[in-house]
């Protein structure tokens, strides 16, 4: 690096001053800082193997506490996973997995739980996906979403990580001694367009320059692929806001260590990013190790330092882990399990589990399987399951479905099984779905379907149109699980759920300019990933069978 980047960097130090002191804090409890740094991809951290210096605060942090080497989301896209990360469910569970869909406010968050606990509850954020429009203003005394709702700095790209981490110095300069805080950090400075303030546009590579692409989606970069030259420079743009949000990070941990406080620091990110592996470049469209390894480093007051566990650990077991520390793990509706037992204990103590993903956005319709060692990755519309060996090809590029047929056959089985049911028939007739939809049962994958009574199925996508047509009567629906109408007594089909329906758009201004920035993409038949916005309520007890009706 040109050591005259270096000088300035230790010069600045920041971008600007913290507002005051921090308060002193409570001796006998830590505050909790959680922090999600958008899009961040595990193997780019240095704590995790990456060559080039992009972390070295969370390095320490990784040093003084515990690393999760395979941790996983089971979204690849913004709103599903910080759904998952606060619930402690799993999108078959929360059912949060587009943007015409919200968490109804009948699922505890964990922010509430800590608020009631008598945490002072932050939460600061730098996306549509995380604002107040989803509700992810729940249980924080003081939330601040940057004007998503009204103006321009985060959708723009405007708003950076030094503002987030300056609000929330102000905000925490500002409470009362003795009071333990619940800080949440979300900044969106590693998401494209990947572009960090100076001097750090310039610390891995030459600084951005006229003709650099941009990026536009993930259909067009399928088609024109980034040369090597410019996918080099986007490389070294990505990892140079990855140090830049860690240095800002840093601020909040001098500021604390002034004060005298203590600080559980839980570091993670909601997903990843594709960087050609599979031909293109962006996220949310498959379900490959780009996709969903996240880095999880948990640290601080009663963490063992120097820590490296191997088992896989999922997002919705951060809700679990953050709660059981002030004493409310058990009135999460969580389908993730508190980490804690494993920071003494290693991985000997944690489960064998299996981890399901799946992602229905921008009409892709995917699902993927963790189990035993091996991983599914099943395109439903293109009806291919690849097979990988995570432990033997971490970087997925040798599908071994063809050599492991009956393996690959048992973990779509598995898949099945565990993502449960929606919907029983009381009738016999035909089962007809909406674009691109597809009906799971025991049979598999299929489009349409001949049903008798008492058959149990669920249909991916869950907001997909379900129609109806009794072997004896007109036409039934269209219906749908989420997000739509439902069937009324004497119906052929019964919806083994419930759901709310109270919508709230987007706005024609909130979509024009997500598109700008790429989150929401026009596809390849020009058609626009948007639509109203209603709360679902979670599924009890779901990973499970159908049982007959009476």
Not at 95 to 118: F, I
Not at 239 to 245: N, S
Not at 276 to 287: K, M, Q, Y
Request: charged share 25%; hydrophobic share 35%; with cysteine.
């Amino acid at each position: 690096m040109n050591p005259s980047i270096l000088a300035l960097i230790a010069l600045t130090g920041c971008w600007s001053s913290p507002p005051g002191d921090l308060p002193a804090g409570d001796a006998d409890t830590p505050d909790i800082v959680f922090v999600s740094i958008d899009t961040l991809r595990a193997d780019h951290l240095s704590s995790y193997g990456y060559a080039r210096q992009t972390s070295p605060f969370l390095d320490q942090l990784a040093a003084d506490g515990v690393r999760y080497a395979h941790a996983r989301s089971a979204s690849p896209w913004t709103l599903p996973a910080h759904t998952t990360m606060f619930t402690g469910q799993l999108p078959a569970t929360h059912r949060v997995v587009d943007d015409n869909l919200a968490l109804s406010t009948d699922v505890p968050v964990l922010p509430t739980l800590l608020q009631q606990a008598g945490y002072k509850t932050a939460g600061l954020v730098s996306t549509l996906y995380v604002s107040r429009k989803f509700g992810f203003e729940r249980g924080f005394d003081y939330f601040n979403d940057f004007g998503i709702n009204t103006e321009k700095e985060n959708l723009h790209g405007d708003l950076k990580a030094s503002d987030v981490v300056d609000d929330a110095l102000r905000w925490w300069s500002k409470q009362d001694q003795g009071e333990p805080v619940f800080l949440f950090l979300h900044f969106y400075d590693v998401h494209y367009t990947y572009d960090p303030p100076a001097p750090y546009d310039a610390m891995f590579d030459r600084p951005p320059q006229k003709g650099d692409q941009r990026y536009k989606n993930y259909f067009y970069f399928k088609r024109n692929p980034l040369d090597e030259a410019q996918m080099t420079h986007q490389i070294a743009q990505y990892d140079e806001a990855i140090r830049y949000v860690d240095d800002q990070l840093k601020r909040i941990a001098d500021a604390s260590e002034k004060a005298g406080r203590q600080i559980r620091w839980v570091v993670t990110s909601d997903h990843g990013e594709e960087f050609g592996e599979r031909g293109s470049w962006g996220h949310a469209h498959t379900l490959y190790t780009e996709q969903l390894h996240v880095p999880l480093i948990v640290s601080g007051p009663g963490i063992p330092a120097d820590t490296v566990l191997e088992k896989p650990v999922g997002n919705h077991d951060f809700a679990p882990t953050i709660a059981s520390w002030a004493g409310v793990a058990d009135q999460l509706e969580a389908d993730g399990i508190d980490l804690n037992p494993s920071f003494e204990g290693g991985d000997a103590v944690l489960p064998e589990r299996a981890f399901l993903a799946e992602t229905t956005r921008f009409k892709t319709n995917r699902l993927s399987l963790l189990h035993k060692g091996l991983r599914l990755e099943w395109d439903l519309h293109a009806n291919k399951a690849e097979l990988y060996n995570p432990t033997l090809d971490p970087d997925e590029q040798i599908d071994l479905s063809k050599r492991m047929y009956p393996m690959r056959a048992e973990m779509q089985r598995k898949a099945i099984e565990l993502l449960g049911v929606d919907w029983q028939a009381t009738q016999a007739g035909a089962l007809t779905l909406g674009t691109r939809a597809f009906v799971l049962s025991a049979d598999g994958r299929q489009r349409s379907a001949q049903i008798t009574p008492h058959d149990c199925f669920l249909v991916l996508p869950y907001d997909a149109d379900v129609t109806f047509t009794p072997a004896e009567g007109p036409k039934q629906g269209p219906w749908r699980s989420v997000g739509g109408q439902t069937p009324g007594d004497g119906q052929g089909l019964v919806l083994l759920r419930e759901t709310l329906a109270d919508t709230q758009a987007l706005t024609e201004e909130d979509k024009q300019k997500l598109i700008a920035i790429g989150y929401m993409q026009e596809d390849d038949e020009g058609g626009i990933t948007a639509a109203s916005i209603q709360p679902v309520e979670a599924l009890p007890g779901n990973l499970r069978k159908c049982a007959p009706l009476p």
